[in-house]
């Protein structure tokens, strides 16, 4: 198969089957994009995951952003080990060399002039640094998904200047910082960094009032609770072992909540608050002992699809 041929000629196809994936990857990114959406309907008789994978790499890239997953959504909810399709670790996509990493993330800067809006780098088995992803954590980008990845590091002030980030997934790494990075990000949706080495005042999240998720539980973070008051379309607020603090009573316009983990923090307050909170699933109060107004009991009578642990 020599270079510049069409992936869509059988004999260069079936050549192109035979190849690794470093060797796929370094033809992929040569093929006329008309060819793209071709060559993802061919793959769908395929077995293998790899070589699915990887083309499904070449459509995001052609659009707006890169995607090196095993899964489009990663979220097990680890905090009760229930509403998860994932029993096990995700395999790593492939690994790749860090020069290509750093290509295939200089390649969407280079096709799109820095707007790049999605970068999913999600357990592919590689050490590296925020910084190397320095060229498109730009004001454009809106969803980082960078989770899974143990020998990730760096510090999240490089993430100070996505001033449009809507998502942000960094749990299973070695990132630290201080969430004072999100100052300027009052788009954010979600945020999950949960057990990071993660500092600061929570109050950091009050121009985020449209807030779904946030999944903070052991970290260092603090500050007080009623910063949440104005995000009614919360669905997740994870806080579990942290040194955050406040009035339970903060969070009662916050109805929409389904998963509430709070033990082990410094709240306080009536639980009263949660008795007509009737999406709650799971509410975690344990070892707080600022709380009173109901008993576990009661609680769970007023709330009989959640389970209440207080």
Same mark, same amino acid.
């Given at each position: 198969m020599?270079a510049? =041929?069409?992936?869509?000629?059988?004999?260069d196809y079936?050549?192109?089957?035979e190849?690794?994936?470093v060797?796929?990857?370094k033809w992929?990114?040569?093929?006329?994009k008309? !060819?793209v959406? &071709?060559?993802m309907e061919r793959?769908k008789?395929?077995?293998?995951h790899?070589?699915?994978?990887i083309?499904?790499l %070449?459509?995001?890239?052609?659009l707006r952003?890169l995607?090196v997953?095993?899964?489009?959504e990663?979220?097990a !909810? =680890?905090?009760?080990?229930?509403?998860s399709?994932?029993?096990?670790?995700?395999?790593?996509? #492939?690994?790749?060399g860090? +020069?290509?990493?750093?290509?295939?993330?200089?390649?969407?800067?280079?096709?799109?002039s820095g707007?790049v809006?999605?970068l999913q780098?999600v357990?592919?088995?590689? &050490? #590296?640094?925020?910084? +190397?992803?320095?060229s498109?954590?730009?004001?454009?980008? /809106?969803?980082?998904?960078?989770?899974?990845?143990?020998q990730l590091?760096?510090d999240?002030s490089q993430?100070? =200047?996505?001033a @449009?980030l809507?998502e942000?997934?960094? &749990?299973?790494?070695?990132?630290?910082?201080d969430v004072? @990075?999100?100052?300027?990000?009052p788009? %954010?949706?979600?945020?999950?960094?949960?057990?990071? @080495?993660?500092t600061?005042?929570?109050?950091v999240? =009050?121009?985020c009032?449209?807030?779904?998720?946030?999944?903070l539980?052991e970290?260092?973070?603090?500050?007080?609770?009623k910063?949440f008051?104005k995000?009614?379309?919360?669905v997740?607020?994870? %806080?579990?072992?942290t040194k955050?603090?406040?009035?339970?009573?903060?969070?009662?316009?916050?109805?929409?909540?389904?998963?509430?983990?709070?033990s /082990?923090?410094q709240?306080?307050?009536?639980?009263?608050?949660?008795r007509? #909170?009737?999406?709650?699933?799971?509410?975690?109060l344990e070892?707080c002992?600022?709380?009173?107004?109901?008993t576990?009991?009661?609680l769970e009578?007023?709330?009989p699809n959640?389970?209440?642990s #207080?």
């Open positions: 020599g510049g =041929a069409s992936l869509l000629h059988e004999e079936e050549h192109f089957l190849l690794g994936p060797e796929q990857y992929l990114r040569k093929i006329p008309g !060819e959406a &071709e060559l793959t008789v395929l077995d293998s790899d070589r699915i994978n083309l499904k %070449l459509r995001q890239s052609n952003g995607v997953s095993v899964s489009d990663i979220e !909810e =680890a905090e009760w080990g229930v509403d399709d994932e029993e096990s670790e995700p395999e790593p996509l #492939f690994v790749l860090n +020069e290509i990493l750093v290509d295939l993330v200089d390649r969407q800067k280079d096709q799109f707007n809006t999605v780098l357990s592919i088995g590689l &050490e #590296f640094n925020l910084r +190397e992803l320095s498109v954590l730009t004001p454009n980008l /809106r969803t980082l998904n960078l989770s899974r990845n143990q590091s760096g999240i993430l100070a =200047a996505c @449009a809507f942000v997934c960094l &749990e299973g790494t070695a990132v630290k910082g004072s @990075a999100f100052y300027k990000c788009k %954010l949706h979600k945020i999950l960094l949960s057990g990071l @080495a993660v600061g005042d929570v109050q999240f =009050a121009p009032v449209a807030l779904k998720k946030v999944w539980r970290t260092k973070v603090h500050g007080d609770v910063v008051s995000c009614r379309q919360l997740d607020l994870l %806080l579990r072992r955050v603090s406040g009035n339970l009573k903060a969070l009662e316009k916050c109805i929409k909540l389904q998963n509430l983990s709070l /082990r923090t709240v306080s307050g009536s639980v009263v608050t949660f007509n #909170f009737k999406n709650l699933k799971h509410l975690s070892f002992p600022g709380l009173s107004g109901m576990r009991e009661e009578y007023h709330l959640c389970a209440v #207080f």
